[in-house]
Every structure is written in structure tokens, then in C-alpha cells.
T-cell receptor, first 113, second 111 residues
Framework: DGGITQSPKYLFRKEGQNVTLSCEQN?????MYWYRQDPGQGLRLIYY???????QKGDIAEGYSVSREKKESFPLTVTSAQKNPTAFYLC????????????FGEGSRLTVL | GENVEQHPSTLSVQEGDSAVIKCTYS??????FPWYKQELGKGPQLIID?????GEKKDQRIAVTLNKTAKHFSLHITETQPEDSAVYFC??????????FGKGTRLSVIA
């Protein structure tokens, strides 16, 4: 089945540790996105990539990093510089950048202990 | 940049009644307005969208209206059912800017 796969679904980390969230899509989409979801805050854009080997900061990029070495993969690293990393992270893709529907994965819930 | 305000934050309706969620946006260049539904523990899914050259769009029990002059758009769900219970997000984008989402509305349909 075509879609977006995020892993892991649940992740716990200690303060000071970096953690990488995986996002893979087999939809042949050019654009991919990472959003952070906090209760009552909606979806806030962390990073986005319009095409492979290219990415741009979103509204809340501080403390995060990404790479886009392959069209189907867009991993997100939450670094120790992120002050409040506990959140629900959503990855999405679209056929092209700003061309319409976003397809979301089922999310990864990160808890910092 | 774009700013999207969404109201109400929570909404409870009786099964069979209608539900209306409203959003306003700030950037007059925005021309694409989707609505997403998020069920518990899942990612959001597109349920309907509208572009700026259209004032209204319907798909069975759901409809979206757009007033570009007033910069607001609304989601209407008629004959609500328990499976409509979820969090709904509006969003807006235009030109070369990514989608900006509202903060969401938690809809509860009471049987």
C-alpha cells in the first residue's frame, strides 16, 4: 500500500540526548514536511523539503535538523538544543510543493524524561 | 506571514444536528484553503478543500464556504454522526508559502 511510514511510534529519551525520527514515503512525492503538534497549538511547521537534496526552515526550526538525501526519506533529528522536545511529530508529503493535499503519517510521540 | 485563527476550540452537538467551524486568515495572497480531520492517535486527513476562485464546495454532508473579501472560510457538517467526532483543522496557503494551520476544533457528537 502507498503511504507514509513514521517510526518509531513512541520514543523516550533522556535530556541531553539527540534522537532521530524516521519518515519514509512510497508515493513518489517530491515535497516532504515535518510538523510538531502540541495540545491546543495546532500544527507548526519545523522543516520542509521541496525536492531531494534541498530543505528549508519552517516556523520553529531551532533545535531540529533534517536531511533529504533520497526522495523517499526525510528524517528529523531532535537535538539537545531543543528546549521543549516532548511533543507529537507528524511527517507529511505532497506531489509537489504547495500543490494541494498533504498526506500525513501516523506520527511519532516523543517524551523526554 | 500568514496567520490563521480558528473557532471554536471545542464544539459539542447532538447527533443529527449541524456543526460549523470558522476560520479567518490574514494574507490576502492566500488562495488554497483545506480542511483536515484528525482522529485519535492518527495523522490528519484531508476532507475537503477550496480554492479562491470558488465561493462554496460540497461533498455529501460536508461543505466549505469562502469569503475572500472578509478573509474567512467555514466548514459545515450536516446530519452529524458519532464518527464525525474528531479534531478538525483549517489551513491556508498562497504563492510560495507553506500551509499554515489553525489551532484545531475538537468536535464531539453526542448520540
Amino acid at each position: 500500500d502507498g503511504g507514509i511510514t513514521q517510526s518509531p511510534k513512541y520514543l523516550f529519551r533522556k535530556e541531553g540526548q539527540n534522537v532521530t525520527l524516521s519518515c519514509e514515503q512510497n508515493l513518489n512525492h517530491d515535497a516532504m514536511y515535518w510538523y510538531r503538534q502540541d495540545p491546543g497549538q495546532g500544527l507548526r511547521l519545523i522543516y520542509y523539503s521541496q525536492i531531494v537534496n534541498d530543505f528549508q526552515k519552517g516556523d520553529i526550526a531551532e533545535g531540529y535538523s533534517v536531511s533529504r538525501e533520497k526522495k523517499e526519506s526525510f528524517p528529523l533529528t531532535v537535538t539537545s538544543a531543543q528546549k521543549n522536545p516532548t511533543a507529537f511529530y507528524l511527517c507529511a508529503s505532497s506531489i509537489g510543493y504547495n500543490t494541494g493535499e498533504l498526506f500525513f503519517g501516523e506520527g511519532s510521540r516523543l517524551t523526554v524524561l | 506571514g500568514e496567520n490563521v485563527e480558528q473557532h471554536p476550540s471545542t464544539l459539542s452537538v447532538q447527533e443529527g444536528d449541524s456543526a460549523v467551524i470558522k476560520c479567518t486568515y490574514s494574507d490576502s495572497a492566500s488562495n488554497y484553503f483545506p480542511w483536515y480531520k484528525q482522529e485519535l492517535g492518527k495523522g490528519p486527513q484531508l476532507i475537503i478543500d477550496i480554492r479562491s476562485n470558488v465561493g462554496e464546495k460540497k461533498d455529501q454532508r460536508i461543505a466549505v464556504t469562502l469569503n475572500k473579501t472578509a478573509k474567512h472560510f467555514s466548514l459545515h457538517i450536516t446530519e452529524t454522526q458519532p464518527e464525525d467526532s474528531a479534531v478538525y483543522f483549517c489551513a491556508a496557503s498562497g504563492g510560495n508559502t507553506p500551509l499554515v494551520f489553525g489551532k484545531g476544533t475538537r468536535l464531539s457528537v453526542i448520540a
